[in-house]
C-alpha cells in the first residue's frame, strides 16, 4: 500500500532581507567592500564593486545601523577610480582602499576622511606591492597587512605586506614556517594575534592557514572535524571565539555555494556545521559585523550578475541552542517568584515604579549586594530598596547586565550605567559601557565625555577621548566648556596632543 507523502516545512533562513530602511541602497553590485565604523551606533560604508551592467562603481553608501538610514556620496574630489576586488579597512578615523582592478590592475593607496567626508591620495614609501586584485588586507596594531591576490602580470601570489600607518611605510615582510599556497579570492581574519586563511583560487584544499605576528610564521593549523568545501570568493567572521566561513564558488564543482555556514571552535580546534541556515548561493559578496548582527549585502551567484539588498543574521540568536540569556532576562522583573523589589519613587511614568528581583542571583553577581544582603541592611530586611540617583531605565539595564551578563541599554542610558558599574564595582559592565560610548564622540560632547571619564575612573574611555581631542583639538578649544576644565584635565590634553604630534 503506497502512502501519501507529507510535504516538509521549508525551514526558514536565518537570514533576514532588511525591509524597513529609509533612503536609497546601493544598486546591486559584487566585488566591492563593506566596513563598518563603530561610532554615533555603527555605519556600514560600502565602496566599488562591479553592477549588473558592467559598470565599475566608486560611489560611498552609509548604512545607519541604529536609524536604518541609506544615504549616498558620490562625486567627491579626489575619489579612487571605480573598482572591485580590491581591499578596505578601517583605522583611526579613516577608511584604507588598496589596488582592486577596472580596466586595469592598481596597488594605489586612498583614504577617506569619515569624519570630514574627503579623499586623498597616501603618499607611501618603502617597497609597495604590484598591482593586484583578489588579495586580503586585515589589520593590527599600527599596521594593515596584505596577503595574496592576482598580479597584473597574470601570476597569483603568496606575499605578505605590511603597511605602517604611521609612517606610511610599506615592508615585504620575509616569513618562517611553510610556504602559503600562491592564492587569490580567499579570505582571512585575525584573531589572538595572528591571521587565519582559509580557501581561495588556485587551491582545492580545506586547509586553515596560520600566520603568528610574534614569530612571522606560517603554519597549517591541526584541525579535527569536517572542514568547509573547498571554495573562493567566500568570507570570513570571528564572533564569541568562533570563525564562521559562509558562501564563496566551489573549488572542485565550480558551482556557488549557499550561505550556509561552517564553524570552527578556536578553543577545541574543531570545525563543525552551523545550524545557521544561510541564504541563496553567491559569492563575491560583502560580509560586515557590528556587535552580534552580520551583514551581508550584494555579490554574484552566475556570471556578471549582480544581487542586491541587505541582510542580516543575528549570530548569538542562532549559533548557539542555549536559551540562558533569554530565560533568565525574562525571569527579571516577574514579581510572582521574586524575592526583593527595588522601587524608583523620583519616576513619572506610573509602569516604571518597581522592579523585581532575585537576592540570590544579586548576591551571586554583585559584592556590593551581596554585603547588604549579608549585613542585614533595614532595607534588605524588608525586601524594599529604594533607588534615587539612577534612573530606572538605566537600573534595569544594569539588572539585566547581573542576570545575563549582557548590555541591552538604550544609548542615552550609558553614562548613568556607567556610573552604576562603577558604584557596584562591575567592571566587565563598565569596559562594556566605555566600548559602547566611544561610538557616540564627537567635538560637542568629547568633552563632558572626558569629564565623565576621569569621574568614574573609566581608564579605557578616558585614553580614547583624549586622543580624538587631540586629533580635533581647535574644535573642541572652540566649544563653551573647555576654559572650565580642571587643570589637570587640560594638562593631560596637552600631554595627548604633545605626544600625538611626535608619532606624527
Not at 49 to 63: A, I, Q, T
Not at 146 to 155: A, C, T
Not at 187 to 203: D, E, K, L, N
Request: proline residues 4%; aromatic residues 14%.
Amino acid at each position: 500500500m503506497s502512502g501519501i507523502g507529507i510535504p516538509k516545512r521549508k525551514k526558514e533562513s536565518n537570514f533576514q532581507l532588511v525591509t524597513d530602511y529609509t533612503g536609497n541602497p546601493p544598486c546591486s553590485r559584487h566585488g566591492h567592500t563593506a566596513v563598518i565604523d563603530e561610532k554615533g551606533g555603527g555605519v556600514m560604508i560600502v565602496f566599488g564593486g562591479c553592477d549588473e551592467k558592467g559598470k565599475f562603481c566608486s560611489d560611498l553608501s552609509f548604512y545607519n545601523i541604529e536609524n536604518r538610514e541609506w544615504t549616498q556620496l558620490n562625486n567627491i574630489p579626489g575619489t579612487p577610480y571605480g573598482r572591485q576586488f580590491h581591499t578596505s579597512v578601517l583605522h583611526d578615523g579613516y577608511m584604507y582602499v588598496f589596488a582592486g582592478n577596472s580596466n586595469g590592475y592598481y596597488n594605489d593607496l586612498h583614504r577617506f576622511n569619515i569624519d570630514q567626508h574627503t579623499w586623498e591620495v597616501v603618499e607611501a614609501r618603502g617597497n609597495v606591492p604590484s598591482p593586484r586584485q583578489g588579495h586580503t588586507a586585515v589589520t593590527h596594531g599600527d599596521g594593515m597587512y596584505i596577503f595574496g591576490g592576482y598580479d597584473s602580470n597574470g601570476f597569483p601570489c603568496h606575499d605578505l605586506y605590511e603597511f605602517h600607518f604611521t609612517t606610511n611605510t610599506w615592508k615585504l615582510l620575509h616569513t618562517k614556517g611553510i610556504t602559503p599556497p600562491d592564492i587569490y579570492y580567499h579570505a582571512s581574519i585575525v584573531y589572538q594575534g595572528s591571521i587565519y586563511v582559509f580557501g581561495g583560487y588556485r587551491t582545492q584544499s580545506s586547509a586553515l592557514l596560520e600566520y603568528r605576528f610574534g614569530s612571522g610564521t606560517w603554519s597549517l593549523v591541526n584541525t579535527k572535524g569536517p572542514a568547509p568545501s573547498p571554495r573562493w570568493g567566500h568570507k570570513m567572521v570571528v564572533f564569541n571565539n568562533v570563525l564562521y566561513v559562509f558562501g564563496g564558488r566551489d573549488a572542485v564543482a565550480n558551482t556557488p555555494v549557499c550561505l550556509h555556514m561552517h564553524e570552527f571552535h578556536f578553543a577545541t580546534q574543531e570545525w563543525k556545521k552551523s545550524n545557521i541556515d544561510g541564504i541563496g548561493p553567491r559569492f563575491f559578496f560583502s560580509a560586515a559585523l557590528h556587535d552580534q548582527i552580520l551583514y551581508i549585502l550584494g555579490g554574484t551567484n552566475i556570471s556578471h550578475f549582480s544581487l542586491e539588498g541587505l541582510y542580516q543574521c543575528d549570530l548569538v540568536k542562532v549559533s548557539s541552542p542555549c536559551t540562558l540569556v533569554d530565560d533568565f532576562r525574562k525571569l527579571l522583573n516577574n514579581p510572582e517568584v521574586a524575592d526583593v523589589v527595588f522601587k524608583f519613587p523620583g519616576e513619572d511614568i506610573e509602569a516604571k515604579t518597581c522592579i523585581y528581583a532575585h537576592r540570590s542571583i544579586l548576591v551571586a553577581r554583585c559584592t556590593p549586594f551581596y554585603a547588604m544582603f549579608r549585613n542585614g541592611m533595614l532595607e534588605s530586611r524588608k525586601g524594599e530598596i529604594t533607588i534615587t540617583n539612577i534612573s530606572y531605565d538605566s537600573f534595569y539595564a544594569v539588572l539585566e547586565y547581573l542576570y545575563t551578563g549582557q548590555l541591552f541599554a538604550a544609548p542615552g542610558d550609558l553614562v548613568q550605567v556607567l556610573q552604576s558599574a562603577d558604584l557596584y564595582q562591575l567592571g566587565h559592565l563598565k569596559r562594556m559601557c566605555e566600548r559602547r560610548l566611544e561610538r557616540y564622540i564627537d567635538v560637542f560632547n568629547a568633552l563632558y565625555m572626558l569629564q565623565t571619564a576621569h569621574k568614574f575612573k573609566a581608564a579605557w574611555l578616558k585614553k580614547y577621548c583624549l586622543k580624538f581631542i587631540s586629533k580635533h583639538l581647535v574644535e573642541v578649544q572652540n566649544q563653551e566648556g573647555y576654559q572650565m576644565l580642571e587643570p589637570d584635565l587640560h594638562s593631560e590634553i596637552v600631554r595627548s596632543t604633545n605626544s600625538n604630534s611626535t608619532v606624527e
